[in-house]
């Protein structure tokens, strides 16, 4: 089944709450804890931190959790919090919200926006926060019977450089883990609405390096130099061009050079220029071979100008893979919840990364797109004005507490 994206405002009409809800009065419990919820955000909008330095964000998640119950242990995977609640030798599922802020400037104008000069949740990562302390909140709430699954939540540092995975991964805070949950905000969609997708979600991801190499030289007399400006001008434009024509197009490969560092004054011709860029792909068997082929084609594109080449090529990190049978639980719960219009299945992956997919190399595990579009709209994600409609939080409060209890009613 294959629905249309939409980014129309949800209807108000909302389908009768499911019974296991009804039962252990989740609804009145949110409603409760919900204003409390967006304060937290809040604050959290306000006090951005960079990756792998999330400490003051990670002390308020921890004294939070430990307020209601769980059982914490902080400074996993450097800056992480793992917060563990149920019994002890129950089947162990897991939830994944990440904390870090990006260096941008925000321009929101809202009278909770960033405190601290060029730093942003831009990214959506304050409400994934705040949604797992809902989680958190709401699953303590209930009576210990409720509970026939231990569940696992972490809130990870350093996502958006991929690198907070792999720390809290050896950090041991996958061990024994048998299904993770996962959410990100999506501008695309409206607030109240969700997208899932089965299989292939997310791309794989590489951090790229080029240094140019000429030879320097005065700017009156270019000819007696080998200009690395020039030559790096055409390594840009000439990988696009070779991506079009060398590669097959029913495999999209994005190369974005997002950095250029070369020259020191104004009538030098540069011996040398930095480039450092992404490269993104869906297709696991191409990616692996990205690494060689870019080499090559560099290469050929700097001596052809007269000039040499250094590359480096880094895996940030592989694709998310969402399993089919979890994607359709998350789903159903959400129709229960949102009613069947707001449940959208995502006709198409994103080239995004998203290093959850480290988390995922021993488990099974899925992750949704929560719907953050108001009326007027949302801006993209890294945009310093974009400012998500909070009506997502009870959202994915809503569906990631009822996906999380109907795997438990699985796994008995």
């Known amino acids: 089944m294959t629905l249309p994206l939409s980014s129309a405002t949800p209807s108000p ?3 009768a709450p499911p019974l296991l809800w009804q039962r252990l009065g989740l609804e009145s419990t949110l409603e409760q804890v919900l204003p409390e919820l967006i304060q937290l955000r809040r604050h959290l909008h306000r006090h951005p931190e960079l990756s792998g330095h999330e400490q003051q964000t990670a002390a308020l998640v921890a004294g939070q959790l430990r307020q209601w119950g769980w059982q914490v242990r902080e400074g996993v995977g450097r800056a992480g919090v793992v917060a563990e609640l149920g019994p002890e030798a129950a089947p162990l599922v897991a939830l994944r919200v990440d904390m870090d802020a990006l260096p941008i400037e925000e321009r929101t104008g809202l009278d909770y926006a960033s405190i601290h000069q060029g730093l942003m949740h831009a990214c959506g990562h304050d409400i994934h ?14 009576p210990a019977e409720a509970l026939t699954a231990r569940v696992r939540l972490l809130f990870q540092p350093a996502e958006e450089t991929a690198q907070g995975a792999a720390w809290m991964k050896a950090d041991g805070a ?3 883990v048998q299904a993770l949950f996962g959410v990100h905000v999506f501008p695309s969609l409206s607030a109240g609405s969700i997208g899932v997708r089965s299989g292939s979600f997310t791309a794989a991801a590489g951090e790229l390096e080029v240094e140019v190499l ?3 030289g005065h ?5 007696q130099s080998t200009d690395a400006i020039w030559i790096a001008a055409r390594v840009v434009s000439g990988l696009q061009e070779a991506i079009s024509r060398r590669l097959d197009a029913l495999h999209p490969v994005v190369v974005s050079f997002g950095r250029i560092e070369g020259g020191k004054a104004f009538n030098v011709i540069a011996d040398r220029v930095r480039l450092l860029g992404t490269v993104r792909c869906l297709d696991l068997e191409l990616h692996a071979q990205l690494p060689a082929w870019i080499e ?4 050929a594109l700097c001596q052809g100008h007269g000039g040499e080449a250094q590359v480096r090529y880094r895996c940030i990190s592989p694709p998310v893979h969402n399993d089919p049978e979890l994607t359709a639980l998350v789903a159903d719960a959400a129709v229960d919840l949102l009613g069947f219009p707001q449940v959208q299945w995502l006709e198409q992956p994103s080239l995004g990364a998203e290093d959850f ?6 488990t099974r595990g899925t992750m949704f797109r929560l719907g953050v579009a108001g009326p007027g709209g949302c801006t993209p994600l890294h945009s310093n004005t974009f400012d998500p409609d909070e009506r997502c939080l009870a959202v994915g409060v809503r569906v990631l507490v009822l996906s999380l209890l109907r795997w438990m009613e699985t796994s008995r």
């Open 174 to 176: 996958m061990e024994g």
């Open 129 to 142: 926060t705040a949604v797992g302390l809902g989680v958190a909140q709401l699953l303590a709430s209930l």
């Open 296 to 299: 090559e084609t560099v290469q």
């Open 214 to 216: 000429g030879v320097g």
């Open 13 to 15: 009409a909302a389908p």
């Open 357 to 362: 997919a480290e988390l995922l190399e021993d």
């Open 219 to 223: 700017g009156a007399r270019p000819h």
